[in-house]
């Protein structure tokens, strides 16, 4: 019993170590800077990780930002369901850290609840043409990877560029899911 429960808390110990050297990627990074001017607008979802909040989303998955005077950023995303719905969501941005940084959090819960930490999510810029025109978007974590673009579509070539990219980045291309875009 006791060489089972030592085994079972050196197990429990070792897994973050383990879980980490499986990636073999240093810590993810926003990119240097974003010019929020430039970003805001609308972007078309090209593909994502799987992720539970737009379990309902099938199709036509765009975001809309929005600069605020204040500095945050209005998000509507939206998204077509299997049945046809067109289903959106509207949340804030901000930045964290410089005026530049291409780092920011997101919430889609009230505003009356922003004071819990727990509401905002990671939102980092972590790819971004010249152009303004593809980007890729993730967090510290990599469970969440967003691809998205200015138009319904990408070019392959461009596409399969970004994703050699986020495999040096330490992220699984295997897993986004194409977003059909009508």
Do not use: H
């Not at 992720?51 to 989303?57: A, H, I, L, S, V």
């Amino acid at each position: 019993m006791i060489r089972n429960l030592r085994a079972l808390l050196l197990c429990g110990l070792c897994w973050p170590v383990w879980a980490l050297a499986q990636t073999n990627a240093a810590p993810l990074q926003a990119i240097p800077n974003l010019d929020l001017q430039r970003y805001v607008g609308r972007w078309y979802e090209i593909a994502r990780y799987p992720n539970r909040f737009q379990r309902r989303c099938v199709a036509n998955t765009s975001a809309e930002y929005t600069a605020n005077a204040d500095g945050t950023v209005r998000v509507l995303n939206s998204c077509q369901t299997a049945s046809g719905e067109l289903i959106k969501a509207e949340g804030l941005a901000r930045r964290v850290g410089a005026a530049d940084s291409a780092t920011l959090e997101v919430r889609f819960a009230p505003a009356w609840l922003s004071f819990i930490p727990a509401v905002w999510g990671d939102y980092w810029v972590i790819d971004l043409d010249s152009e303004y025109q593809l980007a890729a978007v993730s967090e510290p974590g990599r469970d969440y990877l967003w691809i998205l673009s200015r138009t319904p579509t990408v070019a392959p070539e461009r596409y399969a560029g970004l994703l050699e990219r986020l495999k040096q980045f330490g992220l699984d291309p295997a897993r986004l899911v194409l977003t059909a875009q009508n």
